[in-house]
């Protein structure tokens, strides 16, 4: 099986001289045939690295490779743990630990640096879009690609069947929540709390959080709220879960945990007011900074937090601010609520022990009331909540790339992502790259754009020459 690897370049001579001879002596001491392709944008317009690497990947095809790895120039492997080998079966994500983050993953849904495709895959998934231009989201929208033809790695946590659903329309729908003394104090020592909710967006009031955005605006829809200083869980704009408590020095505590809109998911938080730890989980798993899943987690905090006294509990809203208030609903389906007066325990999070406080199962309602099935009273009042059914609830976990955890030096360069400047994070390519966020996220995540006839089946450019430069390679010199 002959490999041909694939490289976008532009302005990188430093890089080209590095990364040609250690990679070619790389494959050959791994017993790998192989070719290298050094796609070379010569023209004036911004730089196109998604369709740098189709022009490779096609040279690659047309020279008789049976399979390609799309490389970054400023990405070489480090040790034997990095693996070209043939793979029929998906699609591969190489680049697992890199120098750059000290050799951590950037960040969970990465799929940058090396990837690795059949001739068939990069069939099916049409290749890279030739539609970013300059820095950003190319390697995302290749992901996106890989999840829509079923080429990235999906688990799902058993089926939950017949199970009836409140629908929250995002403008007045609530339940409310008189709590008895199994609750009354529930929020000021060690909890738990475990919401079964599918979030929705609400573009209709405020857009999606984009880092690119000049105007971008921050909002918080409610799912579960304490009032006062709000105690609970929310969904927000930015595609996240969050939990917040206070403590009685009025330090806000928050935690925050990526997950998509429209996906049925356990949003559990966990308190343990001994050790003074908050946690936060999405099906189970923890709240990671490390890899971008959400924040640091456990978050340690200071003091006693705050006591509520008989402040109801709300589902869906809160009375904190106003009911015209864009931060005041929530909007989309919840299925279960579940509250225990002690911290559950790693292993018991997707156990749901029996001994709730407060149990709250939209299958058992009785008029207008929300049953407590704890037996401890704590019945919820409806107000204006549609009551749905599935008769096959699914609740997958975070859509992940197929990977071989591979090693890799990356090599100096300046930053071209994302950067802070006086405490706000920016795109250091500015509205370009807010041009392909918007393009990814709006579009492409959203099902908008016809990915099918943008890629390897449309691919344009003029060839001008190409070169051998030894080791193996060629310089592709072409215009985009």
């Known amino acids: ?29 791994q017993g790998i045939e192989h070719k290298i392709y050094f796609a070379h944008q010569c023209d004036d317009k911004l730089f196109n690295r998604g369709k740098m690497k ?19 120039i400023d990405m070489v492997p480090e040790d034997s743990s990095c693996d070209y080998t043939f793979n029929p079966e998906n699609p591969k994500h190489l ?42 989201m190319e390697d995302d929208d290749l992901f ?103 403590n009685n020095e009025r330090e806000f505590l928050y935690l925050w945990a990526k997950r998509y809109e429209q ?12 050790n003074k730890l908050i946690s936060l989980h999405i099906n189970g798993k923890k709240s990671d900074a490390r890899f971008g899943t959400g924040a640091t987690s456990p ?39 579940m509250m225990w007066d002690r911290c559950l325990s790693e292993n018991e999070i997707m156990e749901f022990p029996n001994d709730m406080v407060a149990h709250y199962d939209f299958n058992s309602i009785n008029g207008n009331v929300l049953n407590d099935l704890s037996d401890n009273g ?7 909540v549609e009551i749905k059914e599935e008769n096959t609830l699914k609740v997958n976990n975070t859509i992940l790339p197929f990977r071989r ?27 370009t790259t807010a041009r392909n966020e918007r393009r990814y996220i709006l579009e492409m995540q959203q099902g908008k754009y016809n990915w099918k006839n943008d890629g390897m089946n449309s691919l344009e450019y003029e060839l001008i020459s190409v070169d051998e430069i030894g080791n193996n390679s060629v310089i592709i010199n072409c215009k985009a």
């Open 299 to 337: 978050l340690e905090y200071s003091g006693y937090l705050k006591r509520y006294g008989t402040e109801p509990y709300y589902i869906g809203t809160t009375p904190s601010v106003g009911v015209d208030e864009v931060n005041r609903w929530f909007k989309g389906d919840i299925a279960k609520v």
């Open 144 to 246: 996106w690609r890989c999840v829509l033809t079923g080429n990235a790695e999906q688990h799902y946590l058993p089926d939950i069947t017949n199970q009836k659903y409140g629908y929250f329309d995002g403008l007045k729908s609530y339940v409310k929540i008189e709590p008895s003394r199994s609750i009354r104090n529930l929020c000021s020592r060690s909890h738990t709390v475990s919401i079964l909710v599918r979030a929705h967006q609400q573009e209709e009031k405020v857009p999606i959080y984009l880092i690119g955005d000049a105007d971008r605006r921050f909002c918080e829809y409610p799912i579960l709220r304490r009032p006062g200083h709000d105690w609970g869980i929310s969904y927000n704009n930015s595609r996240a879960f969050t939990s917040m408590l206070w």
């Open 54 to 72: 189709n022009i490779a990947a096609k040279h690659a095809f047309d020279d008789g490779c049976d399979y390609i790895v799309w490389h970054d």
């Open 378 to 384: 704590n019945h919820g009042e409806i107000n204006d």
């Open 405 to 431: 955890d591979g090693k890799f030096e990356c090599l100096p360069h300046q930053t071209e992502g994302l950067i802070t400047v006086g405490g706000v994070d920016k795109w250091a390519k500015g509205e």
């Open 263 to 274: 996906q049925w998911s356990w949003v559990t938080l966990t308190v343990d007011d001994d």
């Open 95 to 136: 680049a697992v630990r890199i120098s750059q983050t000290d050799y951590n993953l950037k960040y969970e849904e990465y799929f940058g640096g090396a990837v690795l495709f059949t001739k068939e895959q990069v069939g099916a998934t049409n290749g890279y879009s030739n539609d970013y231009w300059d820095w950003g």
């Open 1 to 29: 099986m002959k490999l041909g690897v694939c490289v976008p370049y532009r302005n990188r001579e430093a890089h080209l001289k590095e990364f040609s001879p250690r990679v070619h002596k790389f494959l050959e001491e």
